[in-house]
């Protein structure tokens, strides 16, 4: 009996060291499977970080923020679309510096452009000028109190 009683021990630890070595086993390799997800998922994080600049970029540009949009782009200047999407940037800031009626700003920023042949920036320094000589020939309310003219 006592030797039945051994054979079912000897049995029965024989079993358990197969359940865990099992258990051993399918832990291993869920750790390995779930390392190579943080794994993947770190360098498809780290490739895509000029992509998120870049998206994050033209969405400055489409909400009015050029010089934000500007300087993130500068921080990506390896995209193919670089030197049109600056280009883009100044082009904008310039518009919206017409539409606020400081040209002088807005022909700085064109002229830097006129090199690059962007868009209409030759007709928009030939906007600003006018609107420039304008300011500076046209008569104050002031002079059309003291002048005999209607």
Sequence with gaps: MSETNNNNKSDLKASEKKKITHFTKKKRKTIGFVSCIIIIAIIVFFATGNLRQYNKAEK??????????????????????????????????????IEKEQYSEALEIFSALLLSQYKDTADQINFCKYEICLLYTSPSPRDRQNSRMP
């Design 60 to 97: 400055f540009l489409k909400n009015g923020k050029y010089q934000e949009a500007r300087q993130t782009f500068d921080a990506i200047a390896d995209y193919t679309d670089y030197n049109s999407k600056v280009c883009e940037c100044d082009y904008q800031k310039g518009l919206s510096l």
